[in-house]
Every structure is written in C-alpha cells, then in structure tokens.
C-alpha cells in the first residue's frame, strides 16, 4: 500500500524542449494492480499546482481513491519555457499530454487505463489526446471530463502583436493588462459560439484579456506564454474545431461563462456526453468550484449521482440540467 499523498516527480522530454515536469500523487491505499488514475491537464497561464493542487482537486481525487497524474505544459509552471513561438505547436503540446499518458503504467504498475481531465487549453489537449488512444494508439482512455471549452477553434482573432505590445510594451498599458486579470473570462473562446473573440477590434478587449490571465499567476513567464500564444496562432490548428471524443465524457461549464452556450450544444453533439453547469461561476470561478470537482469525481469513480444538486438530468448523450439552488422551483 502507498501512503496518502506521496509525491513521486519525474521529468519527460518536452515538445519545447527541455523537460516536461511530471507529478504522482498517490491515492490513499493505492495497491499495486488496483489503482484508478486521472492525468490532470491545466489551462492556459495556470499551472498543475494552480489549477489542481491548490484547488483540491488532488486532494479529493486521493480521498476518492483516484491517483492523479499532474503536468506543467511547456511554458508553464516547472517545465521548460522557451521564449521561441517556434517551439510551440498544437501536434506536439498534445504528444507531450500522450507522453505522460503512456508513461502512467511505468510510474503506477497494474493500472489498465487512465482518465482525462483537461480544463480550457487543457480540454483542447485532452480531446486531441482521447480520439487518437480511441484509434488504437496507447493506454486505453476510459472517461473524459473536460471543463471550460465548447469544441471548437480557439484564440481566433487573436492578434499577437497586440499581446505583445501588452506584455512588453508600455508599462501602462501592461497594467491595463494586470487590472483586466479579474475579467479573464472566456478569452479562449470558441469561434460562433463566444462573442468576444469576435470583438479584437480598437479596444482588443479579448486580447488585453489574454494578457491579463499571463501576468495573473504570480510567477508565471510571460514572455513564454506570449510565444505559446504566437506559435499556435502561427501554425492555425488551434483554429480548427476539436476532434470527436468517443469516450464516455463529462462537460463543464460555469452558467456565467461565455462559453457556455456552446458547451451545451457541444454536449448534443458528442456520442456519449453529460453536461454539468455550475450556476454563480464563471471561467475562471468554476475550477475550484466543490460541485465541479464532487460531480466529476463521481463520474470518474463509477457512481452516478442523484438528486437535483448532482446536477444530472438523463442519460449519456442527454444535455443536462444547472442544479437546483435552494428555494428554487
């Protein structure tokens, strides 16, 4: 048996080069042939310790029974941040998640598949990830849950230039983009689905709030996360919608994200799909929210949720209902 909360870092080679920071956190009682893993994938300027550590997920996923697997994405956290848009691509951010994913029975011996969980850019990647293992390719992939992303392109519009501009330019308008960080909400939005990346045009709302979420993490490098943002606008593939997942597959969304609306026609449209929306949250809010982490472990584990506070209206493929508040019909 493994002890609650032991650590086990390791490193993986990069898509950016450099390494990739990998974490185990052990499940409580985890034995060896009969551990149940989730690969964690964080968003865009947080980080595995931001999004996942410090929030509770790692912690709840333990008590459940669930060993995580963290990472730091290039340009992220402890992982290598070059300052060269050339070093990062959408083929080879999702290879580094397929790494770790592949990793996992090296690092955990007896497991038989892993879980996804992806927020954001990290729901992008997951996605990538899910549909090529569903092909044949590597450690099968039993559920998925991906939060914050509705399936489509993502950082369209986005001018790089401008963010640049924010970033290192006039220290003034860098903070403009610190005071823009509380209001990051949706700028990685789905092209028709979320108006504000639609709206780059004088005022470049939706960059300044790119710029916000790269200064927002104390830390955080944001020359690198401003190359990420130049590589992947460059190459265009994150432009393009997300592959089908084929999974078994949890959507989440906070009722007061601008992605929203397209979360819940993206849950029509995926074959096995379930959707959650978390009301009071937004896209930033609804990470550490205790009904996204208690619902998505639920589903993770094998128990169904009822009542009206799971949030649960029908079965997979179904789109689902906000949970009841108190006093409300």
Known sequence: M???????????????????????HRAA?????????????????SSAETNWVRSGWVRRLSAAGVTAVTLDLPGHGRSAAPHDAGAYRLPGLVGDVSRVVAAVPDRVPGVRWVDLVGYSLGARLSAHVAAAIAAGAGVAVRRVVLGGYAGGPLMVDVDPAHLR???????????????????????LGTAGTVGTMGMVGAAHPAVRRLAGIARALPGSDAHALLALVEGLVGEGL??????????????VTGADDPVAPGVRRWAQQLPAARLLVVPGRDHISVVPAALF??????????????????????????VEQEPRRPGRA
């Open 293 to 318: 982490r208690s619902t998505a472990i639920d589903f993770l584990t094998g128990a169904e949720p009822t009542g009206d506070d799971a949030g649960w209206s029908g079965p997979a493929g179904s």
């Open 238 to 251: 994150i432009r393009q919608d997300a592959p089908v997942v084929p999974q078994p597959c949890l959507l």
């Open 29 to 45: 009682g985890e034995a060896a042939g009969a551990a149940s893993v989730a690969v964690l994938v964080h968003g865009f300027g």
């Open 2 to 24: 493994r002890d609650a909360g032991e650590r086990d870092e390791w490193t993986l080679p990069s898509s950016a080069g450099g390494e990739l920071s990998v974490t185990v």
């Open 165 to 187: 501009e924010l970033l290192t330019g006039d220290p003034r308008r860098a903070e403009d983009a610190w005071d823009l960080a509380a209001d990051a909400v949706g700028t």
